[in-house]
């Protein structure tokens, strides 16, 4: 079992920045592929982020490509979304999610069905 908690949400202004955290227990953090998804309110929810067991591998939506970094630290049991210059539409509800399947170790998935344990969210609004 995977427990996961995000933190570091909040409001900011576009082009600001925002860093959220996800941290993990109950198993070893470094077995485990991470990602990040969203939630706009009337949306679906959308990737945003992954990252693999080691960090090796990372991958983005287009629309965050070049804004938001994903990185982590198995010491700390901690996965981070690095978000800058943001934009309105960014503004959503941020989970993040993790999988054991060894198949991601190199590849982390990008599709919510992939991830069996989920986070409760953090909030992130971005005001024009």
Known sequence: ???????????????????????GSGRTFGDYAVG???QAPGNEREF???I???GS?????G???G?????RDNAKNTVYLQMNSLKPEDTGDYYCAADL?????????MTRNDYHYWGQGTQVTVSS
């Open 1 to 23: 079992q995977v427990q996961l908690v995000e933190s570091g949400g909040g409001l900011v202004q576009a082009g600001g920045s925002l860093r959220l955290s996800c941290a």
């Open 36 to 38: 990040w998804f969203r």
């Open 48 to 50: 945003v982020a992954a």
């Open 52 to 54: 693999s067991w080691t």
């Open 57 to 61: 591998t990372t991958t983005y939506q």
């Open 63 to 65: 629309s965050v490509k």
């Open 67 to 71: 804004r938001f970094t994903i990185s």
């Open 101 to 109: 399947n060894p198949r991601y170790r190199q590849i982390p998935p």
